[in-house]
């Protein structure tokens, strides 16, 4: 059974700040890894997804990938208080993505 | 791009009738869809898979006698809530794959009450 792991949280942190989100996954020979946002009420959307190992930089948010120590994290930068949600972690399967139970993320203004 | 609807977006409706949930991808064609269910405060929850034109896989857990998936085109996949009961009030999800790979994209979801 293929699993993917997540702090619950919830993971407070001052405007303005980087929130660091952390993600580790089971499967040693997953090649695809996601994050999604998920606000209150609402469904998952695609923040941006990593292939390689290291980073990969889009705007505020930064993912990083170490497949050795099967270790994905989501940096965000100038941490807004809009950036307060669920945050979701993937990892590609045999078919649908695996996904993380979520972290949530309360940035303070 | 990578757009995913959804119809309707909330539904109502009396203990014991059906309800069909659509999910349409917009501009893009779903060689794989997914349905989702996610209880208030509670994770994701993979319902089942469907491909066009054969039949749904259900997820351990999941009657597929009553939740009905049909995915009749590449672009549109049906969930009907048969026989609806209280405890089937949910955010119902839906998720898109195109031929690109392995990145799903969601549709807004449905918000089901059953009374």
């Known amino acids: 059974q293929k699993e993917v792991e997540q702090n619950s949280g919830p993971l407070s942190v001052p405007e303005g700040a980087i929130a660091s989100l952390n993600c580790t996954y089971s499967?040693?020979?997953?090649?695809?890894f996601f994050w999604y946002r998920q606000y209150s009420g609402k469904s998952p959307e695609l923040i941006m997804f990593?292939?390689?190992?290291g980073d990969k930089e889009d705007g505020r948010f930064t993912a990083q990938l170490n497949k050795a120590s099967q270790y994905v994290s989501l940096l965000i930068r100038d941490s807004q208080p809009s950036d307060s949600a669920t945050y979701l972690c993937a990892v590609s399967g045999n078919t649908p993505l695996v996904f993380g139970k979520g972290t949530r993320l309360s940035v303070i203004a | 791009g990578a757009v995913v609807s959804q119809h309707p977006s909330w539904v109502i409706c009396k203990s014991g009738t059906s309800v069909k949930i659509e999910c349409r991808s917009l501009d893009f064609q779903a060689t794989t869809m997914f349905w989702y269910r996610q209880f208030p405060k509670q994770s994701l929850m993979l319902m089942a898979t469907s491909n066009e034109g054969s039949k749904a896989t259900y997820e351990q857990g999941v009657e597929k006698d009553k939740f009905l998936i049909n995915h009749a085109s590449l672009t549109l996949s049906t969930l009907t809530v048969t026989s609806a009961h209280p405890e089937d009030s949910s955010f119902y999800i839906c998720?898109?794959?195109?031929?690109?790979?392995?990145?799903?994209?969601f549709g807004p979801g449905t918000r089901l009450l059953v009374l």
């Open positions: 499967d040693r020979g997953s090649q695809s």
């Open positions: 998720s898109a794959r195109g031929p690109w790979g392995e990145t799903q994209y």
């Open positions: 990593i292939y390689s190992n």
